[in-house]
């Protein structure tokens, strides 16, 4: 370079008097061609989950990462080690976010922004299944959503799982709320489970509707006479947790306020007649009840 200031040179080939360092591997070099080729084969894939904490991607940045390499720095693919990096994917990145079924669940409702845990309210990931599936989308190359291998009931991924369409019970304030479409369109006061009976107070926690009947008879366990505790006959039965459910509740002389301490329910949410009749109307199997208090 200072020869060619001293004599005055118009240009100089940079290659010839080697200024720059050549590079170790080029675009023609077999290792790179290789896994060019490999991540054609086997990494052209962009799988996206839905979570209620976010959308979880795994695309060629993740999957370059589950081909494996010899000693001397070449790439290739190994069946079983694939699928192992898919076993790890799902159980550790994926099973926690879409496990969600009786975790703590943030949403917002009519009365603010609430945290209830406890319930059977949403899904819970198969995960031998899933691992099949989510190899069988990756060797397919596609470029999608997928809806992963799931037990259990869950209405949205938006809003704690619970989406915009839900039944609210405040136990405390014994209230119930059915928001539609994100809009409250019908409440009430209620009467819930005895509060001082361990057996007859209502539990909190998310549930799903999952049985619905007009003209029902509601019958207690059966005592040593072999006869049920009560039998009582209810217009409208929508039951979420087992045995309990939201019905009217007619022999009621009022509801909300603290009835529920000394004329509580054997754990139901009673209702006045004609708004079990409304909320009846409004219901379908799978929406979501939570409980709180």
């Known amino acids: 370079m200072e020869k060619a ?35 054609k084969e086997y990494c052209n894939a962009k799988i996206t989950y839905k979570t209620i904490s976010g959308n979880i991607v795994l695309d060629g940045n993740d999957l370059i990462q589950w081909l494996s390499i010899d000693e001397k720095g070449n790439y290739y693919y190994d069946e079983e080690e694939f699928k192992n990096q898919a076993k790890k994917f799902v159980k550790e990145t994926l099973a926690p976010k879409i496990n969600i079924a009786g975790k703590a669940k943030t949403f917002k409702g009519a009365n603010g922004t609430r945290t209830v845990s406890g319930g059977n309210y949403g899904y819970k990931l198969k995960q031998s299944e899933e691992v099949e599936g989510l190899l069988a989308d990756i060797k397919a190359h596609k470029k999608e959503t997928r809806s992963p291998s799931v037990s259990g009931v869950q209405a949205s991924y938006s809003n704690g799982g619970l989406g915009n369409t839900f039944v609210e019970i405040d136990m405390t304030k014994q209230h119930m709320w059915f928001i539609k479409n994100g809009k409250v369109v019908l409440e009430s006061d209620c009467v819930t489970g005895l509060a001082s009976d361990p057996d007859r107070k209502t539990p909190g926690g998310t549930y799903y509707v999952y049985f619905m009947q007009r003209n029902r008879v509601l019958r207690g366990r059966i005592q040593a006479d072999g006869k049920p505790e009560y039998e009582t006959p209810v217009a409208y039965w929508m039951a979420f947790n087992g045995g309990i459910g939201l019905h009217d509740a007619t022999w009621q002389s009022s509801f909300g306020g603290d009835r529920y301490k000394t004329h509580g329910s054997h754990g139901c949410i009673n209702l006045p007649y004609n708004v079990a009749a409304s909320l009846y109307s409004y219901l379908k199997v799978n929406m979501p009840v939570v409980c709180y208090y």
Do not use: M
Not at 14 to 33: N, W
């Open 5 to 39: 200031f001293q004599t005055r040179q118009d240009a100089i080939n940079l290659k010839e008097q080697h200024i720059y360092k050549e590079p170790q591997l080029t675009s023609k070099d077999e290792r790179i061609t290789n896994l060019q080729n490999l991540a």
